[in-house]
């Protein structure tokens, strides 16, 4: 059974910084993403990581801020958001999956999600 906990999020100022880690069990290989989601908006895709490579992905308007990256010892993954945005502020949810090159931002690939963090950056 693949589990997943997020934690790490919290308020902020615009220009600061947050890390959020996922701490994933039972899950043998693939890529973890990260994605966010607001109460009206649709699930975007964030970053991502190939667990067995280390390769990153990310979606263009994270892109330069945001760092993906993973410790295997901890079976921890991490996204480091710096500069953040008011237009930031979501619920990022941490996420496990096999997903196909083409679909490796994108949630509906995703089986396997933690429950979610709250990040507010104000202006």
């Known amino acids: 059974q693949v589990q997943l906990v997020e934690s790490g999020g919290g308020s902020v100022q615009a220009g600061g910084s947050l890390r959020l880690s996922c701490v994933h069990s039972?899950?043998?290989?693939?890529?973890v993403a990260w994605f966010r989601q607001g109460t009206k908006n649709r699930r975007e895709g964030v970053a991502a990581i190939y667990t067995a490579g280390g390769n990153t992905y990310y979606a263009a308007s994270v892109k330069g801020r945001f760092t993906i990256s993973q410790d295997n010892a901890k079976n921890t993954v991490y996204l480091q958001m710096n500069s953040l945005k008011p237009e930031d502020t979501d619920t990022y949810y941490c996420?496990?999956?096999?997903?196909?090159?083409?679909?490796?931002?994108?949630?509906?690939?995703?089986?396997?999600w933690g429950q979610g963090v709250q990040v507010n950056v104000s202006s």
């Open positions: 039972g899950f043998s290989g693939g890529f």
């Open positions: 996420a496990a999956d096999g997903p196909t090159v083409a679909g490796i931002l994108q949630p509906i690939e995703y089986t396997h």
